[in-house]
T-cell receptor
Framework: GAVVSQHPSWVICKSGTSVKIECRSLDFQATTMFWYRQFPKQSLMLMAT?????????EQGVEKDKFLINHASLTLSTLTVTSAHPEDSSFYIC?????????????FGPGTRLTVL | QQPVQSPQAVILREGEDAVINCSSS?????VHWYRQKHGEAPVFLMI?????EQKGHDKISASFNEKKQQSSLYLTASQLSYSGTYFC????????????FGQGTELSVKP
């Protein structure tokens, strides 16, 4: 099957610091990767879509200067939360897709729990 | 447009059946079903593309109605391992094929 990893699994940081989260597709090349945010007992809210070699497309209301996304290769995308604040604390999940079609399956990473003190 | 799932939560005894619905006021291009356990990644279950389609694996199956406005997930003879939150996702055609997820249905299977 398709495996997607995320690192770290959890991170605790002080307010004002930046945090980088990595998402890797381990056994396939991901043309597209997605970043989601999930609050407890809530749905998956898409933050941005990332295509290899191009700028990420952010959803309405997501600050692109705060959530920096880089899709450097077909197997790696990173999300950097800059100047994190307590309200940024959440569960961040990435997913990866081989193709560009919406009918291609998205495979999710295990998620990263961010706690900002 | 976010699809609507029902019920929001369901509690079952082991061996009982359950149905989870996912609906929209507009035709859905495709429906993707996932199960997520607490603190873990959503796991892909299946995708339905065509109106009238039905598919399944083991004791979990799904259907997509002819008008493609509703999909149902059927859990037969539920097992403890079926517990989790089930999400349906629908493709937002023309916007990079991104998925919009329903609010989720929390399923608890008790011994």
């Amino acid at each position: 099957g398709a495996v997607v990893s995320q690192h770290p699994s959890w991170v605790i940081c002080k307010s004002g610091t930046s945090v980088k989260i990595e998402c890797r597709s381990l056994d396939f090349q991901a043309t597209t990767m997605f970043w989601y945010r999930q609050f407890p007992k809530q749905s998956l809210m898409l933050m941005a879509t990332s295509n290899e070699g191009s700028k990420a497309t952010y959803e309405q209301g997501v600050e692109k200067d705060k959530f920096l996304i880089n899709h450097a290769s077909l197997t790696l995308s990173t999300l950097t939360v800059t100047s994190a604040h307590p309200e940024d604390s959440s569960f961040y999940i990435c997913s990866a897709r081989r193709g560009t079609s919406g009918t291609d399956t998205q495979y999710f990473g295990p998620g990263t729990r961010l706690t900002v003190l | 447009q976010q699809p609507v799932q029902s019920p929001q939560a369901v509690i079952l005894r082991e061996g009982e059946d359950a149905v989870i619905n996912c609906s929209s006021s507009k035709a859905l291009y495709s429906v993707h079903w996932y199960r997520q356990k607490h603190g873990e990644a959503p796991v892909f279950l299946m995708i339905l593309l065509k109106g009238g389609e039905q598919k399944g694996h083991d004791k979990i199956s799904a259907s997509f109605n002819e008008k493609k406005q509703q999909s149902s997930l059927y859990l037969t003879a539920s097992q403890l391992s079926y517990s989790g939150t089930y999400f349906c996702g629908t493709e937002d055609r023309g916007k990079g094929g991104k998925l919009i997820f329903g609010q989720g249905t929390e399923l608890s299977v008790k011994p």
